[in-house]
């Protein structure tokens, strides 16, 4: 279950991480980033929300403390990643889930209505 679907704890990947800008973890963007870019170099995405389990530690501040930052430092992530869509970076535009069985199995399954394809297919035409 998500806290937010724009708001990514986790990341395994074969993504080329070296591409990565310098972004402040823990603040707004960095996240979507990731996956916005991973989904425009064609690499899958997967929501596996429903097969980890993540406790979200975090201090007095509470959940919200990237939000709560001042102006300038909360946003800073927006200028040193650029450019680009949020939309296709929310947990909800991957393109494949994982699911439990009854029998506590894990599997992997294409997301049938992806709230995001028609985007997928604007964008991959230009």
């Known amino acids: 279950m998500w806290f937010m679907s724009t708001e990514l704890d986790y990341f395994v990947s074969t993504y080329p991480w070296r591409d990565i800008p310098d972004v402040v ?8 980033w990731l996956v ?22 975090t201090g007095v501040d509470g959940n919200e403390a990237g939000r709560q930052a001042s ?32 029998h506590d199995r894990v599997l992997l399954k294409p997301v049938l209505q992806n709230p995001c394809e028609d985007f997928y297919h604007r964008h991959n035409r230009s």
């Open 36 to 57: 916005a870019h991973a989904i425009d170099l064609r690499i899958p995405v997967v929501d596996a929300s429903a097969s980890v389990t993540a406790l979200h530690q």
């Open 25 to 32: 973890v823990g603040r707004i963007g960095y996240d979507c």
């Open 71 to 102: 102006v300038m430092d909360r946003f800073i992530n927006h200028g040193l990643t650029g450019k680009f869509d949020y939309y296709i970076g929310d947990a909800k535009c991957a393109q494949l889930r994982t699911v439990r069985t009854r």
